[in-house]
């Protein structure tokens, strides 16, 4: 069991170890739904909302089963992860139309988004308790909102201004995200 | 689709359809572990292995996968692999193992192998699929390296812990944190551009002076 305090560990995976712009996890959905500040936010609402469920099915699958099976844990998760975002597919269209229209494509897309496995096998490396993985996975997700919205209006900004040919496209994309991530390493100082 | 030789479903992958480079995928891994050199090689040989099993395993089973279930069979290949990489790189290189940490297990999300089971495995023999296999490991390989070796040498000062530099070196510090990855990405994006873009406006030079 870590010992750290709830705040420090919400506050660690929003900013500080903001799991797109620190550790590269999430980083598909990043470049690819970036170009809209509209769909970013949808796409961060949507990623916090799986990684909540990821978060405390993976401290379900922990407690009662994996205990007496270490072995099993990557491709439990995998299984796990896969098959609640096709239940909270399914969910979604059933109980709000709307909802899922507004997700669209971005739901099914999120098995393979290494940030909600990611969650899943840090939480158990760190041994995070229930409530603990519950403040991660809240925090990580606000983070990863964040670094989407932020990187989408910047993106937007940057549409009609002249840049050189050969930086059109992912490059720009990958310096705009380093100079992000750069302004991130300022808050190191605050734990 | 345009048949291809074995030679070139080999070739292909490792540069004119690199993985990271070209297509985009396996961006994560690319990123965050290849803050040395020594990391970037444990991880591109793990990934190596993952993908050359998994597409001789998902092309010799092709017939008995049933199309609708096709993708979750991939991905359980896949986990079974990354399961078995894990474990032989906690036995065999236990430093590298605890560097690389929860990147291990992160290869089951990497695009890039599922990508070239879909693509690639599911249609073709064997034989073909290793290559085709083999060719992305190296081209991924070759990427990792490449960003691992500008990072560490620009970073630390040396290569493979090796000096460069002596002591008077100041080493840029923003190169190995997380900062330094998609600068150095960027970079080498940019610079491909821009041969890219030379190459064009030979071309269209020559094809002027000749017509």
Not at chain 1, 166 to 177: P, R, S
Not at chain 2, 21 to 37: E, K
Not at chain 2, 38 to 47: G, H, K, P, Y
Request: glycine share 8%; net charge neutral; hydrophobic share 55%.
């Amino acid at each position: 069991m870590s010992d750290q305090t709830l705040f420090s560990i919400f506050f660690s995976a929003m900013v500080v170890n903001n799991f797109t712009l620190a550790m590269f996890l999430g980083l598909c959905p990043f470049m690819g739904v970036s170009a809209r500040v509209e769909t970013a936010l949808r796409m961060g609402l949507a990623n916090i909302f799986v990684l909540v469920l990821t978060s405390l099915s993976a401290w379900f699958l922990n407690t009662y089963i994996l205990e007496s099976v270490p072995y099993l844990r990557i491709i439990s998760f995998i299984i796990v992860v896969a098959s609640l975002v096709q239940i909270v597919e399914m969910v979604v269209k059933k109980l709000s139309p709307t909802l899922f229209r507004a997700l669209g494509i971005f739901l099914p897309l999120m098995t393979t988004n290494c940030a909600i496995f990611g969650l899943a096998i840090f939480q158990t490396n760190r041994g995070y308790g229930f409530f603990q993985g519950l403040t991660f996975a809240v925090g990580a997700g606000l983070g990863l909102t964040l670094a989407l919205v932020l990187m989408a209006s910047i993106r937007e900004s940057v549409e009609f201004s002249d840049v050189p040919d050969i930086a059109k496209g992912t490059g720009l994309v990958l310096i705009i995200a380093g100079t992000l991530s750069m302004a991130f390493m300022g808050f190191a100082g605050l734990l | 689709m345009r048949k291809t030789t074995a030679s070139q479903d080999f070739i292909r992958g490792i540069w004119e359809e690199n993985p990271v480079l070209i297509q985009m995928l396996g961006l994560c891994p690319a990123l965050a572990v290849t803050n040395s050199v020594a990391n970037a090689l444990a991880m591109s040989a793990a990934t190596f292995f993952v993908i050359c099993c998994s597409s001789v395993l998902v092309s010799s089973c092709k017939r008995f996968i049933p199309k609708e279930v096709r993708i979750s069979a991939y991905i359980l290949v896949i986990a079974t692999f990354v399961t078995l990489a894990d474990m032989l790189l906690q036995a065999y290189a236990p430093v590298q193992h605890k560097e690389l940490g929860a990147f291990i297990a992160l290869i089951v999300v990497n695009c890039m192998i599922l990508g070239r089971q879909e693509a690639f495995s599911a249609k073709n023999n064997v034989y073909r699929s290793l290559l085709d296999a083999i060719g992305t490991g190296i081209g991924f390989t070759i990427a990792l390296v490449m960003m691992g070796g500008f990072r560490e040498i620009l970073g630390t000062g040396s290569f493979l812990e090796f000096s460069l530099f002596g002591p008077n070196f100041e080493p840029w510090v923003i190169m190995v944190l997380p900062a330094g990855g998609f600068l150095t990405l960027g970079f080498i994006l940019l610079a491909m551009g821009f041969f890219e873009q030379r190459k064009k406006a030979k071309q269209a030079q020559t094809a002027e002076a000749s017509s």
